[in-house]
T-cell receptor, first 115, second 115 residues
Framework: EPEVTQTPSHQVTQMGQEVILRCVPISNHLYFYWYRQILGQKVEFLVSFYNNEISEKSEIFDDQFSVERPDGSNFTLKIRSTKLEDSAMYFC?????????????FGEGSRLTVL | AQSVTQLDSHVSVSEGTPVLLRCNYSSSYSPSLFWYVQHPNKGLQLLLKYTSAATLVKGINGFEAEFKKSETSFHLTKPSAHMSDAAEYFCVVSPSSGGSYIPTFGRGTSLIVHP
């Protein structure tokens, strides 16, 4: 069964360092998403990506965040200068197409710990 | 605009007894609705989805949910809880029309199953 894969599963970094979280969406999916879940809090939308550009983003997704799809298979989230409050589980998801009824398929998450 | 309210942060049941996890939604348009489950240290797995077809939706692991438009609810039920059902459950609403394609998560309900 096709699945979304994420790496690394856990990353520890120092405040101010750059972090790149990687995702391989399901191959025939067209929409890609990043969500995050701070420990004990709700799952929050960060950004969606379609046709090689950001389609929507939340107010959380400020200038320190960026996404790209560098090679047609990977989908990355970069945090330029990490802050303590960026510590969270980051989930990548993909959806097959434009149908709003389609479910999101999630990866297992990348846990980011900023010290 | 859309929102999801999961009425209980924690639900505790005994093994073999029924499960009810409550979800109410608000959406400007007829939504698609989903329930996801998150087991400890795991990703988000789709349990079931409602997409304007049958109002009673059956999912995996014996779970089902009923869409009630008049009550704006999409409660998740299971006749008999199993120890393996202990997890975090998220109700998600996705707009079926309008400007945004973004699925929105509820805060989650932690299901505790006692032997």
């Amino acid at each position: 069964e096709p699945e979304v894969t994420q790496t690394p599963s856990h990353q520890v970094t120092q405040m101010g360092q750059e972090v790149i979280l990687r995702c391989v969406p399901i191959s025939n999916h067209l929409y890609f998403y990043w969500y995050r879940q701070i420990l004990g809090q709700k799952v929050e939308f960060l950004v969606s990506f379609y046709n090689n550009e950001i389609s929507e983003k939340s107010e959380i997704f400020d200038d320190q965040f960026s996404v790209e799809r560098p090679d047609g298979s990977n989908f990355t989230l970069k945090i330029r200068s990490t802050k303590l409050e960026d510590s969270a589980m980051y989930f990548c998801a993909s959806r097959i197409g434009t149908a709003r009824t389609g479910e999101l398929f999630f990866g297992e998450g990348s846990r980011l710990t900023v010290l | 605009a859309q929102s999801v309210t999961q009425l209980d942060s924690h639900v505790s049941v005994s093994e073999g007894t029924p499960v009810l996890l409550r979800c109410n939604y608000s959406s400007s348009y007829s939504p698609s609705l989903f329930w996801y489950v998150q087991h400890p240290n795991k990703g988000l797995q789709l349990l079931l989805k409602y997409t304007s077809a049958a109002t009673l939706v059956k999912g995996i692991n014996g779970f089902e949910a009923e869409f009630k438009k008049s009550e704006t609810s999409f409660h998740l039920t299971k006749p008999s809880a199993h120890m393996s059902d202990a997890a975090e459950y998220f109700c998600v609403v996705s707009p079926s029309s309008g400007g945004s394609y973004i699925p929105t998560f509820g805060r989650g309900t932690s299901l505790i199953v006692h032997p």
